[in-house]
Structure formats: C-alpha cells, structure tokens
C-alpha cells in the first residue's frame, strides 16, 4: 500500500517555548486504520490538528499522497475530523447537518440527496431524518458527526477521541461499527485515544506516543507482545517491570538470581528493564521456586484472578485462574520467551 499521508522531522513549539512534538516522522498508509495512543499531553492531538491543518509545524514538512501540503489551509485538504464533542448544529435536524457540508460546496440537489441517503443508511439512522439533533442519545449523535464527515468522501478521516463521552457498553459497540464502516468504504482512519484496549480491539498500526516523542510504531500484537520499552509495556496492559542487567547474551539477572531469557546484543553486564506480563506467571510449590512471595491481596477480576504478591524485592502482579488465599507463600515461575529484556527508557527511544 501507498502512504497517504507522510509526516517528516515535525516539530511543534508553542508560543511560551514548550516543545510539543519533538521532531516526529509518521507514514501512514492508504487504507489503514492508525490509532495514535497514549497518555493526556502526550502529543497525539495536536499531530491529528497538523495533518488536518488546524496547526502549522514550526518545522518539518506534511505531505498528502507525495505531495507537502503545510501551506494548504484545512478545507482544501482531502480530510475531515470528527471531535470528541462532535460540534453538530443543534438548529438543524439530523439530515440537515447530514448534508451541511455539501449545501456549502453547492452540489445539486439530487446528488445531495444521494449521498445523505447513502450515510443514513451506514451509520444506521434511517428514519431519524427529521429527529431534532437534542433528541438523540450520544451514541446517535455519535453515527450523525460520522455520517456528516464522510458525507464529502474524504479520502482520511481523522478522530479524535470520539468515544469518550459515551458509556462502557456503547463504546464496545462503536469500536465494531467504526471498524466496520473503515472497512467498507476503504477509508483511511486516523484516530486518537488513551484507551488502551480500544487501540488494540480496533487498528491495523498503533502509534504509541509519550512525551512529544513516538515510543513505538507496531501492529497490536507487535506493540502487546513485544514492547520497545518499559514505557511502552507498562502503557499496553498491565506488566511487572523489574532492574536487571545482562551478565551475557541469553542471561538475564534480577532479584537476586540468574534466568535463561531469548534475548541478546546488549553489553556485558549493561543495566536493563526486564518486563514480565502478568499472565505469563506460573504459581508454583514455593520449595520449588526460585522466586517466592507472599500474596497480599486477591481480586476476582471474572475471568481470573489478580494478586499482588510481596517478594521482598519487587512486588508482583500475577493474573491467574488459580486461587491462592491471602497471606499464602508461593512461588513463581516463567519460561524463557515470557522474560522480555529492553534497552533503559529514554523519552526520545
């Protein structure tokens, strides 16, 4: 697939001298759905308002099918944005603000029609036509600023954050939807989130951001199963990260003790973050373990339990369909594939 939209060395400083984004680089591909993650303040929004042009780089260049669009101001540019606050006219019903954007281009009336026609029945809202935009739930406000921004065949939309006001189980519902139109009209989606498992449920590439920098640039499994850094593996689902150091390739020593891992090219005894995912850990007899704790606290999270465990040296975090209670020493064990070994963070890796 082709990049549609490039972005290169992008620097964003604001007026008082904060650096928002520190010379990022990004290819996003025609037809992808790209999900940009991380925490508040990590820079995500305001690379969305770049490629849409609402904010001008103070340096670095965006490009649009090959083609550096910096100059070219936000309606001119082959995109359209859907807010968190979805921004629909509550003066005008749902058609109307279906069709605003073409009234404003021109079009002739029966292609006007076509096309509103055609969205209402995408986003399913067929025979809300005439609704009253403040008679709608959120959720259908929700498919009318959807159905609004494709209405003018962008050939990118952006989104940002357009879950966010709504509750847990329409979410879930949405991420399908929205996943499932992306699909169906070949679109290119940008989208933007802090929520973690919504980045993973619904993108073709995630984006992990933090600090003005990106972390890490992966598919879901990628970004989940191996992590560049502590950063990055403590933001994708929960991890237990320890201090460690590499004596050799294929060696890793924490806590005390020495374990076989599967990674190597690091130093000789160089300091490392070693990260072990909750659910790779094995409760075993503690008589047979290396590393032993005692369980501090239990909660039954459906599916299986969580426990902090106290290992003098580090407390662990251990997801298991076996329950252990309280106060019980036990021991913990991990093959060597479940041990990841990762350079020290630094904002700018």
């Known amino acids: 697939m082709e990049n549609i939209v490039s972005l290169k060395n ?107 026609v055609e969205m209402l029945e995408l986003v399913n809202l067929m025979g809300f036509e005439k609704r009253s935009i403040n008679r709608l739930s959120g959720g259908q406000q929700q498919r009318v600023a959807i159905a609004r921004a494709l209405v003018n065949h962008p050939k990118v939309l952006l989104l940002d954050e357009p879950l966010g006001a709504l509750d847990l189980k329409l979410r879930k519902e949405m991420q399908t939807e929205l996943r499932k139109i992306q699909q169906a009209l070949e679109l290119t989606f940008v989208y933007v989130t802090h929520d973690q498992e919504e980045a993973l449920t ?54 005390g003790k020495r374990f076989a891992c599967v990674d190597k090219g690091f130093s000789p005894n160089e300091t490392v973050d070693v990260v072990i995912r909750p659910e790779d850990i094995k409760i075993i007899p503690a008589e047979n373990a290396k590393i032993t704790g ?17 290992g003098v040296d580090h407390k662990w975090m251990i997801h298991s369909t076996k329950y252990e209670p309280v106060g019980t020493m036990i021991g913990m064990a991990f093959d060597p594939d479940d041990i990841h070994i990762m350079k020290k963070s630094t904002d700018s890796e």
């Open 294 to 310: 005692i369980v501090e606290s239990v909660v039954f999270k459906g599916v299986h339990y969580e426990m902090i465990v106290d």
């Open 10 to 116: 992008i620097v964003v400083d604001f007026e008082d001298g904060e650096r928002i984004l520190k010379n990022i680089s990004l290819d996003i591909k025609d037809k992808e759905f790209v999900t940009l993650l991380g925490p508040s303040g990590c820079g995500k929004t305001t690379t969305l308002r770049i490629i849409a042009g609402f904010l001008n780089p103070t340096s670095g260049d965006v490009l649009f099918e090959g083609k550096r669009i910096n100059d070219l101001p936000p309606h001119k540019r082959n995109v359209n944005t859907v807010f968190q606050r979805y921004a629909l006219f509550p003066h005008l019903n749902v058609y109307e603000n279906i069709a605003f954007g073409l009234r404003v281009k021109k079009l002739p009336e029966k292609e006007i029609v076509k096309r509103v």
């Open 202 to 255: 619904m993108s073709d590439t995630v984006v992990v951001m933090n600090n003005g920098y990106i972390q890490q640039i992966g598919s879901p499994t990628d970004i989940y199963n191996e992590p560049v850094n502590a950063f990055v593996a403590d933001f994708i689902g929960e991890s237990n990260i320890i201090n460690g150091c590499m004596p050799e390739d294929c060696v890793v020593e924490f806590t």
